[in-house]
């Protein structure tokens, strides 16, 4: 789910996760991505020291799974070893602000390849004391790959049966995903969740049923859209199979539903739970920041363009662009991207209005089913935040991705429009990035992932839709729960706009940690509208030990 996230890759060369340790303060830089070391270093609120930086931007992980875990932290920090932060937080004060209620996400691992649940007594334990601290609630992915794994229509739901009722128990919440993609397969991922398998067989002799760029290379992440209604799953259409799936979870769990345990359905619309075309991928050697490829070349897609085409009376724009460049070149380098490309011509506009018109109408589909699956329940939807070549005219990573913004077109207005219509909230993960920060580590770039957010956020709430987030990677420390709570929470906004939701990512060892676990619960608090009486108090008590004194600040 998943930095998602959001998900922003910079991947130089390879390395071995298991063997990068460094010491921050309150940071694991257990990155579950190197996604997470872009959010890392942009975000305001993590501090790392340059050498860490720069290792960190020797990582080469697939932005993959929203919802991919972290490689094992192989150290704590000490004391004496945690760098030097400004002298004074200047601190808001939240009270009186907003409820904005706070679930956390589980492990990846929580429920295994047959559906069992792992470890019920330590989750038991730790769920206990997200609870003692206020928690609203817990999100998890329930796995395509695994529910309805070797047969068609045959369900296994014991493992989430087992764990919904501990959730219960320990009086939380539940976020639920609709998981309709791969997990795992990168580089460092502890966990690995495939399609179902009769998926793949059916994939192997019909590779059309995935997403394909221009040489052909298909990606197994999740299924094309162009099967939405092609009946090629042993006789069901791709919609239908979502359908049946979350109308066999909405069966199984009644109670869970009728006791409002589930508060909210996020449906799965895309490669790593978004909604998106899966443009950028470590599989396909894609380095940040890279403007990715388009993915329309299975025959179900192309013969959908064709039809597009004939309507329009240009049966020769049947085709993608043929010089749009790779996945790792820059909009100058090409023809079709470049300031006055191709993309602005009467071709470019056809092709890229059909191109963003089949990820909109492929999430009307799926959520439609979905409120008719889980009505009376809230829904929502993941974007990712795509900030590189923000500040170029075309926008390239964002029309690869399937959203058509360049600069004289709106290109989320007709998302939120769609996620209005079905009543969804929207879930954008970008909320914590920082443009400043993020020029000075990858100029290159021209990202402005402030200006993005900007632009997704008030094309939300111009439609009255809920907007939700997450963090994009482990956050431990004050600086950055307060980046957070601004972002939440906006000061001075004349409307009294806020997040609906925010969900932290994620449970683990290392947030159970004393030290970790007060400042999240002091978090907690600021989200909920509570009063803290240790603005300053608690800043001078962390500055005294970035000094490596033994004096002790009063409270």
Not at 40 to 57: H, T
Not at 234 to 244: I, L, M, N
Not at 324 to 330: C, F, I, K, P, R
Not at 363 to 371: F, P, S
Request: proline residues 5%; negative net charge; glycine residues 6%.
């Amino acid at each position: 789910m998943a930095i998602s996230s959001i998900q922003f890759l910079h991947s130089l060369r390879p390395f071995n996760a298991s063997s990068f340790t460094t010491k921050t303060p309150r940071v694991s830089l257990g990155f579950r991505s190197s996604v997470d070391f872009n959010l890392c270093s942009l975000s305001s609120g993590f501090f790392v020291s340059s050498s860490a930086r720069s290792r960190a931007r020797d990582l080469v992980r697939d932005k993959g799974e929203r919802t991919e875990d972290y490689p094992p932290v192989t150290d704590s920090v000490d004391d004496d070893q945690v760098v030097s932060t400004p002298q004074k937080l200047h601190e808001r004060d939240f009270t009186d602000t907003p409820y904005v209620p706070i679930y956390v996400m589980l492990p990846l691992g929580v429920v295994s390849m047959n559906c069992e649940l792992v470890d019920p007594e330590g989750l038991m334990d730790q769920l206990r004391i997200l609870k003692s601290v206020n928690v609203d609630g817990v999100m998890v992915d329930c796995w395509w790959g695994i529910v309805e794994a070797n047969a068609p229509q045959v369900y296994n739901w014991s493992g989430y049966r087992r764990l919904f009722q501990i959730v219960r128990d320990q009086k939380l919440k539940l976020q639920v995903v609709m998981s309709f993609h791969e997990c795992g397969g990168n580089v460092g991922d502890d966990v690995h969740i495939p399609l179902p398998r009769w998926v793949t067989e059916i994939g192997q002799s019909n590779p059309d049923i995935y997403f394909t760029d221009r040489d052909g290379r298909r990606n197994s992440d999740c299924l094309s859209w162009g099967i939405d209604k092609e009946r090629v799953l042993k006789g069901r259409t791709a919609v239908e199979v979502y359908f049946d799936y979350m109308r066999s979870f909405r069966v199984e769990f009644d109670e869970f539903f009728e006791d409002k345990i589930i508060s909210e359905i996020e449906v799965g619309l895309g490669p790593c739970g978004e909604l998106r075309y899966p443009s950028y991928t470590a599989k396909h050697d894609w380095e940040y920041p890279g403007i990715g490829e388009f993915q329309c070349y299975d025959k179900y897609l192309m013969k959908s363009l064709t039809k597009a085409a004939e309507a329009r009376g240009h049966l020769n724009w049947a085709r993608g662009p043929d010089n749009a460049g790779s996945y790792n070149s820059t909009p100058h380098e090409t023809g079709f991207f470049c300031d006055g490309g191709e993309y602005d011509s009467y071709y470019g506009k056809f092709f890229l209005n059909w191109y963003s018109q089949v990820l909109v109408d492929h999430g009307n589909r799926v959520l439609a089913l979905a409120n008719l699956a889980f009505e009376g329940t809230c829904i929502a939807s993941k974007v990712s935040g795509i900030h590189w070549w923000y500040k170029t005219a075309s926008h390239a990573a964002e029309l690869t991705a399937g959203f058509y913004n360049p600069a004289n077109r709106d290109g989320y207005a007709p998302i939120a429009a769609m996620l209005k219509k079905h009543g969804a909230a929207l879930n954008f993960t970008c909320v914590e990035l920082r443009t400043l920060d993020q020029h000075e580590d990858f100029p290159e770039a021209l990202a402005d992932p402030e200006g993005l957010v900007w632009q997704v956020l008030n094309a939300a709430w111009d439609v009255c839709i809920r907007v939700a987030s997450e963090n994009a990677l482990p956050c431990y420390d004050r600086e950055g729960y307060n980046k957070i709570l601004e972002n939440a929470k906006p000061l001075n906004d004349p409307d009294g706009r806020h997040l609906s939701a925010f969900t932290y990512l994620r449970l683990s060892p290392v947030l159970m940690e004393s030290h970790n676990f007060m400042e999240f619960e002091r978090f907690v608090k600021r989200m909920h509208g509570e009063a803290v009486s240790d603005l300053q108090a608690n800043s001078n008590k962390r500055q005294t030990k970035l000094q490596g004194t033994d004096d002790q600040v009063a409270a």
